[in-house]
Every structure is written in structure tokens, then in C-alpha cells.
């Protein structure tokens, strides 16, 4: 940690997870805390560990690689459960306001998170009373995300609620930093009239400890049976806003190609619709398995011919999905379920990595594997730009720099 003088500002960054979360909020924010510490002092505020790290009791106060981490209590009930989840934002969200306006200074930046999506307006809050400012990551767009994901209607009462709260956060925050172009034109929309600064800085490659290895060395294919079937995977959050559901019927209609396999790594809310459908349909393609650490990642993203990512229709402009770019950095090809102008499609048609089709279309998704398969050959080539691609623009260095440019205290 840089040595800092008792007038230097802090950059606080409210997250609600941390270290040692695997998922990918806790991963990134995790190394970019890491990273700016090196320049400057930097404090966390989050909660225990619920989500792939639940059960595991951190320490209240540490400090690691320079990073003093406050860690506030909140419940860890589980968070697929609707009540549950609302009753974790809310302990979460009131534990980290008292903390931040325990510790906050008037000469202090803050980066606060958009989950849970309460977070940004008591840390704003905290803010104004403190005198700190404010810069917004948004890693989910809300409540765009809870439309699409048919939670709530888009003419509702509560949305008209969240917006409000939302525009009231853009107006303080002295920037906002988006993870795409798509999110970036929504958040012009949502802003306009305010005109804080927005910054697209996209998510990395995880390339300290993902690369290509050879397909008839990997130990989870040769232990699941499948070097001789071509495999395409779906790995990481098995969740509401997945359209996993096109992904089964396509593999339901693909069952007579006994070449062909679908491979599921991963947790979240829909897993268990996921495993009942394999089941009830007798899909004999379609493998299951649970999450897996991200130290293993390099094995089990390796182990297929083509990766899947798949968002429902409707998300435009509210995520991009992390695992692409660690997909990328395996040399596999993307196949994505995904609207048109997305961020995801518009990097697969840049870097010339994969297909991407609109959400729900099943007999187009059929077609577009059959077309693969049968022009393997072409994979080689798509494979190579995107290893190129991750290395060239989606590295961790070239992502963190920007963080480090952004909030340079000056």
C-alpha cells in the first residue's frame, strides 16, 4: 500500500460482495480494489460472504494486497427465494449506510455498486451528508433487468418509484461507469437533463489463469465421456435473466444427432428447472453439473467446441455477460442468445468470434448448430481472433488503467 498522508482523500468502494466471492461482481471489484490500491488509499465496505462463498464467516476488518475491507453484517438467507433476497437487501443496505456515514470525509470519493439496486441510494445518501462524491458502477441495469425478467411490469408503480430514486442518484453522482455501448446509450436516455459523465469500461479476461489447452487433453471431457461428441457449453449463472429455456427446447429437437452434446456448469435460480427438464424429457445430450471454483475455470471453460451465452429477450442495454470474455480467452468461438445491438453482438460481429440470435428464436438456434457442426473448419480461425481479442482489448491491465484514469484524485 502507498504511503498516505492523514489529509489524503480515500476512494471508499460499497460493494455488497467481496473477497472471498467467486462470483463475478466480487472477482472484479475485487481486483480492481487491488489494483488502485497500489496507487492510493482505498477501503471496502461489504458484506459477509452468500452467495458461492455462503456458510464461510470472514473476518469483520482486514486488510489484503493493500485493501482495508470493513465488512458489515446482513442476513445470507438465500437469495433465489423472492422474501429472502428483499430481506437481505434491506439488512445489507441499512448496515453499510451507518457504516458509511461513520466513516466517510468530506474529502473522500466513493464507488458504490448498482446491486442490490437500493445500494446506490443510501450510499448517495451518505454521501451528500458527508460531503463525499460519487461515482456509480453499474454492472445490472435497474429496474430495466426486472422488466425484462418479467418481475414487474414496465408501467408499474414500483418502477415509476425506482426510476425516480435512480434519477436522483445521477444527478449527485460526478460519473457513471457503464460495462458496454448498449448500456451507454440507455443510461444517455435515462440521464438526459442531468449530464453526468458516462464512461463505457468494460469487464476482462480473467488471462492470468485462462488459456487454450487442447481439446483431447481435457481431464472433464475425458471424465464426462464426451471427446468424441461436439460440445457446446453453457457455464456460469443459471439465473432469471438466462434464456436457458430456448437452449433445452433446441436440445430436445437436436436429440436424434447423437454427435452432439450440451454441457451446463453453473448455479442460480433456474438450475433446478434446468435438471427437471433434462430429466422429464429424457435429454440424453444434456449434461448438468454444479458450480465449479474459478480456479478451475481453465479446465471446464476448455471443455467444449463452442461456449453459450444466453440472455433473455428484453436486455438490452442492462449487462454484459462477464463469461464471454473468459470464453474468448480459451480460443473458443461465442454462440449467443442475445437482442440485436447488445453489446455481446456487437463484439462477436467486431472481433468475427461466433453467432449471435435473438432470444427465444428455438428453430433458428437449431439451425445455426447444425450449420456449425457441419463447417467445423471455419472455428479455427474464430477461435484464434478471439484469444487475439482478449488479449489486445480485454485485458485486465488495459481495464484497470482506466478505473486508475477515472478516479485519479488529481
Avoid at 475455470?297 to 463452442?306: H, K, P, T
Wanted: proline share 5%.
Amino acid at each position: 500500500m502507498p504511503n498516505a498522508s492523514p489529509e489524503q482523500n480515500t476512494l471508499w468502494i460499497l460493494t455488497e460482495v467481496y473477497y472471498p466471492e467467486e462470483i463475478s461482481t466480487g472477482y472484479y471489484l475485487t481486483c480492481i480494489a487491488e489494483s488502485l490500491a497500489q496507487h492510493r488509499r482505498v477501503k471496502v465496505v461489504t458484506g459477509q460472504p452468500k452467495h458461492m462463498a455462503r456458510g464461510l464467516r470472514a473476518s469483520k476488518r482486514e486488510t489484503r494486497n493493500g485493501v482495508e475491507i470493513i465488512r458489515s453484517w446482513g442476513t445470507t438467507l438465500d437469495k433465489n427465494v423472492l422474501v429472502f433476497r428483499l430481506i437481505n437487501m434491506l439488512t445489507i443496505g441499512l448496515s453499510i449506510f451507518f457504516k458509511s456515514l461513520r466513516h466517510f470525509k468530506s474529502c473522500d470519493q466513493v464507488l458504490v455498486v448498482t446491486a442490490p439496486p437500493s445500494l446506490p441510494v443510501t450510499t448517495t445518501l451518505a454521501a451528500m451528508l458527508k460531503g463525499a462524491t460519487l461515482t456509480l458502477l453499474v454492472q445490472d441495469s435497474y429496474p430495466e433487468i426486472l422488466v425484462a425478467v418479467g418481475g414487474v411490469k414496465n408501467d408499474s408503480l414500483f418502477v415509476r418509484v425506482v426510476h425516480f430514486f435512480n434519477r436522483w442518484v445521477y444527478k449527485y453522482a460526478t460519473q457513471i461507469i457503464v460495462m458496454g455501448r448498449d448500456m451507454k446509450e440507455l443510461f444517455e436516455a435515462k440521464t438526459q437533463g442531468l449530464d453526468p459523465r458516462i464512461v463505457a469500461i468494460p469487464n476482462w479476461s480473467d488471462l492470468d489463469i485462462v488459456h487454450p489447452t487442447p481439446r483431447d487433453e481435457n481431464p472433464l471431457l475425458a471424465e464426462l465421456g464426451l471427446l468424441d461428441k461436439f460440445v457446446f457449453l453453457y457455464a456460469g449463472n443459471i439465473g432469471h435473466p438466462t434464456d436457458v429455456e430456448t437452449i433445452i427446447e433446441s436440445a430436445e429437437m437436436l436429440i436424434e444427432l447423437t454427435d452432439i452434446h450440451f454441457l451446463f456448469i453453473g448455479a442460480g435460480a433456474k438450475k433446478n428447472w434446468v435438471v427437471e427438464q433434462v430429466k422429464t424429457r429424457n435429454l440424453n445430450n444434456v449434461t448438468v453439473l454444479d458450480f465449479r471454483p474459478r480456479a478451475e475455470q481453465n479446465i471446464f471453460l476448455n471443455a467444449c467446441d463452442v461456449g453459450l451465452v444466453a440472455l433473455k429477450k428484453g436486455m438490452w442495454g442492462t449487462a454484459m455477460p462477464s463469461r464471454t470474455y473468459n470464453i474468448m480467452a480459451t480460443g473458443k468461438p461465442v454462440l449467443a442468445l442475445t437482442d440485436k445491438g447488445s453489446e455481446l453482438a456487437r463484439v462477436i460481429d467486431e472481433e468475427q468470434i461466433g453467432w449471435h440470435i435473438e432470444p427465444g428464436d428455438t428453430e433458428k438456434l437449431v439451425a445455426t448448430i447444425e450449420r456449425i457442426v457441419a463447417e467445423k473448419a471455419m472455428l479455427i480461425g474464430m477461435g484464434r481472433r478471439a484469444r487475439e481479442a482478449s488479449v489486445g482489448k480485454y485485458s485486465p491491465i488495459a481495464a484497470c488503467e482506466k478505473y486508475r484514469e477515472l478516479l485519479d484524485p488529481k
